[in-house]
C-alpha cells in the first residue's frame, strides 16, 4: 500500500512516517481495519507537508471505501485528496486516483451528477497523463451508460478514441470503438454497430505484424484481447437477433481464444504493462473472460434447445465464479451469476423440471435482494420467469399477473415482445378470444417491436397456435410452415419441434394418419434430443392414437405406456413443486420478497 512513498521519506529522515505507514499497513494485511485508520490518522499530527497530507486522505478515502461501510467519511478524506492535490506538481497518482475514487463514491450513494463534474475536472487536467486520462474517460463513458445517457456516453468515448490515435495508443483506441460497438449493441443500433465492427477487424486480423515494433509478445497479447473483446460483440451481435445457426463460427472461434488466454504459457495480464503507458488496458480480465464465454454458450444452447449442454456450461461457469469471489468481489461476477441462474431456470421448465426451477426462482430472489442494483435491472426478468413457472403449473392467473408485472416493470422492447407472447398463449389455453385479439398489434409477425429472427418465429407459431384452437386448420397449416421455415434456417430446436408436433396434431384432426405420423415421429426425435418433456408427452398422446387407428395394438400399447410414464413423470414433479416453500413466489408482484 504504501511501499513508494516509504523510499522517498526515508531518505528526509522523517521516521514518524515510516513507522506510521509500516505499523498501518501491518494493521491493514491483519485485517485490523480500525487500528490501520487510527494509524494514518495520527500522520495529520506532526503537521506534514501537503504532498503527504493529500497522500494520506488518499489512503484513508481507498480503505475507507473498500473495507468498511463508512461511505461518508470515506468521501470526506478522499475529498479533501483531490482539493489538496489538484495544485500540487509530481503526484499525478495520487491526484487522479482520489478523483476517481471519489466519483466511484458518488455513483454508488447515487449521486451520478456529481461523479460526472469530478471527472470531467480531473479528465481536463489530465490532458498531459496519458494513462490516466485515458482511464478517467473509460469511466466517465461508464458513468453515463450506467444512467442510460448514451449519447452522452458515445461522445465521450469518441473524445476517448481521438486522444488515443494522436498520442498513438492505437490499441487503447481499438477499445474505446469497441466500446463504442457495445453501446450500439446495447442500445439495439446494428446499423451503426455492423460498419464498426467491420472496420476494425482487419486491424485485429493484422495486429501482430502492424505493431510489432512494440516487441511481439506484447503485440500478441494485444491483439488475442481485442480478438476476445470483437468476438463476444459479434457474438452477442447474432444471439440478440435470434441468428442461432449463423453464430456458430464465431462462437467456436471465441472458444477457442479463451482457450489460448487460459493456456499456462500464456502471460500473465500484467505483463501488459510492458506496453506505452496509454496502452496499459483490458477490457476484462481473463478469469472475468473465461466465466463470459461460458455465459454466452449457455445463452446459445438455451437459444439453439440443447439443454444439457446449457446445464452443463451452467455448472461450470458457477464453479469458476465461486472460486473467484472467494478472492474478490466484483459486482460484474455477480451479474454473470444472476444471468446463469435465469437461463438455468428456463432449462428446467423446458426439460420438465418445475421442482429445480422453482428452487433455483429462490436462489435468484437471494442473489436479487442482496444488491438493489441488480434487482432493479433484473426484476422484469425474474417476474417474467415467475410467469413461465406458473404457466408451467397451469396457475393461468399467477401466470398473467407476473407477465404484466414484467411489462410494467421492463424497458426492454426484446422482454415486453417476449413477454406479449406468452401472455398470448395464457389467453389461448384459457379461451378469452377477446382479450388475445387486443394483443394482436404486439405480436403480429409482420409488425412486430423485435429485430429477432427467433422472436418473428415464435409469433408465427402463436399465431398457428390460436388458429388451430379456432379450428381454423388451414390458416394454421399457413403459420405454422412460417415457423418451420424460419426455425429450421437458424436451427432453432424448440421451435421446430413444437410446430411439427401441433401440424401432426392437425393431421391426426383431419384424419390424415400418413401426415401425421410425418410430422410427429421427427418431433418426438427432435423433442428427446432437446429434451422437452412436454413436447415428448404431446407427441406421445397422438402416436397412440395414431397406432391405433392403423390397427396396431402392440405399438398402441408401448406408447400408451410412453405417455402415461411422461404423464406420471410430470405430475410427481407438480407435486413436489407445490410442496416447496418457494412456490408462493407466483403471488409476489411488489414490496419485499416472501420469506422461505
Not at 475514487?101 to 487536467?125: F, M, V
Not at 470503438?177 to 464498426?196: D, H, Y
Not at 422472436?455 to 379456432?470: D, P
Not at 398402441?556 to 416447496?580: I, R
Request: net charge neutral; hydrophobic share 40%; with cysteine.
Amino acid at each position: 500500500m504504501c511501499s513508494g512513498t516509504v523510499g522517498i521519506m526515508s531518505d528526509t529522515g522523517d521516521s514518524w512516517y515510516v513507522a506510521l505507514l509500516g505499523l498501518a499497513e501491518s494493521f491493514r494485511q491483519a485485517n485490523n481495519i480500525k487500528e490501520c485508520v487510527r494509524c494514518l490518522t495520527a500522520v495529520f499530527s506532526f503537521s506534514p507537508p501537503p504532498v503527504i497530507v493529500a497522500r494520506t486522505h488518499l489512503q484513508l478515502g481507498n480503505i475507507l471505501h473498500t473495507k468498511t461501510n463508512n461511505q461518508d467519511l470515506a468521501k470526506q478524506h478522499l475529498s479533501q485528496a483531490w482539493y489538496i492535490s489538484q495544485p500540487l506538481q509530481g503526484i499525478d497518482e495520487v491526484k487522479f486516483e482520489a478523483a476517481s475514487l471519489l466519483a466511484k463514491t458518488h455513483d454508488q450513494t447515487g449521486d451520478q451528477a456529481g461523479g460526472r463534474d469530478i471527472l470531467i475536472s480531473a479528465i481536463e487536467l489530465s490532458q498531459s497523463n496519458e494513462y490516466w486520462h485515458c482511464r478517467l474517460t473509460f469511466q466517465l463513458a461508464s458513468l453515463h451508460s450506467a444512467v442510460l445517457d448514451y449519447n452522452s456516453a458515445h461522445t465521450v468515448l469518441q473524445t476517448g478514441a481521438d486522444y488515443a490515435f494522436l498520442h498513438q495508443a492505437y490499441y487503447t483506441r481499438s477499445l474505446f470503438v469497441l466500446s463504442k460497438t457495445m453501446l450500439f449493441l446495447c442500445e439495439r443500433r446494428f446499423q451503426e454497430a455492423n460498419p464498426l465492427l467491420q472496420q476494425i477487424s482487419p486491424d485485429i486480423e493484422n495486429w501482430v505484424v502492424s505493431y510489432q515494433h512494440q516487441g511481439q509478445a506484447v503485440a500478441a497479447q494485444q491483439k488475442e484481447y481485442l480478438q476476445m473483446f470483437y468476438l463476444v460483440l459479434q457474438v452477442c451481435y447474432y444471439l440478440m437477433v435470434g441468428q442461432v445457426k449463423s453464430v456458430k463460427a464465431v462462437l467456436k472461434q471465441l472458444q477457442q481464444s479463451i482457450q489460448t488466454i487460459t493456456a499456462p504459457d500464456w502471460p500473465v495480464d500484467a505483463d501488459l504493462s510492458r506496453s506505452r503507458e496509454a496502452d496499459q488496458f483490458i477490457w476484462m480480465p481473463r478469469e472475468h473472460l473465461c466465466v463470459l464465454v461460458y455465459l454466452v454458450t449457455v445463452m446459445h444452447s438455451m437459444q439453439a434447445g440443447f439443454m444439457e449442454k446449457a446445464e452443463r456450461y451452467t455448472d461450470k461457469a458457477i464453479v469458476q465464479i465461486s472460486k473467484l469471489k472467494a478472492h474478490t468481489d466484483s459486482p460484474i461476477l455477480s451479474t454473470f451469476h444472476v444471468m446463469l441462474v435465469e437461463h438455468m431456470i428456463q432449462c428446467r421448465l423446458v426439460m420438465g423440471n418445475k421442482t429445480k426451477a422453482i428452487s433455483e426462482l429462490g436462489i435468484l430472489t437471494k442473489l436479487l435482494s442482496s444488491n438493489s442494483l441488480l434487482l432493479t435491472h433484473h426484476r422484469a426478468q425474474l417476474h417474467t420467469l415467475l410467469g413461465l413457472y406458473a404457466m408451467s403449473m397451469n396457475c393461468m392467473e399467477a401466470a398473467e399477473s407476473q407477465l404484466n408485472a414484467a411489462l410494467r416493470t421492463s424497458k426492454e422492447r426484446e422482454l415486453w415482445t417476449f413477454a406479449n407472447l406468452n401472455l398470448a398463449i395464457v389467453y389461448l389455453r384459457q379461451r378469452r378470444d377477446s382479450d388475445f385479439m387486443a394483443l394482436l398489434d404486439r405480436i403480429s409477425p409482420d409488425q412486430l417491436p423485435s429485430s429477432s429472427h427467433c422472436m418473428k418465429a415464435a409469433a408465427y407459431y402463436i399465431h398457428g397456435l390460436q388458429a388451430f384452437f379456432s379450428s381454423q386448420y388451414g390458416e394454421s397449416k399457413r403459420y405454422l410452415r412460417e415457423t418451420l421455415k424460419m426455425a429450421n434456417a437458424e436451427d432453432l430446436n424448440r421451435l421446430t419441434s413444437c410446430s411439427l408436433v401441433l401440424l401432426g396434431h392437425i393431421f391426426l384432426s383431419l384424419g390424415n394418419a400418413k401426415e401425421s405420423m410425418n410430422m410427429v415421429t421427427p418431433a418426438m426425435q427432435l423433442a428427446s434430443k432437446i429434451p422437452d418433456v412436454h413436447v415428448q408427452l404431446w407427441a406421445s398422446a397422438i402416436l397412440k392414437d395414431l397406432y391405433r387407428m392403423q390397427g396396431d395394438p402392440v405399438r398402441e400399447q408401448e406408447g400408451q405406456a410412453m405417455h402415461s410414464n411422461y404423464s406420471q413423470t410430470l405430475l410427481k414433479d407438480h407435486f413436489a413443486a407445490t410442496q416447496l416453500q418457494e412456490h408462493q413466489l407466483i403471488n409476489w408482484t411488489d414490496g419485499n420478497f416472501p420469506q422461505f
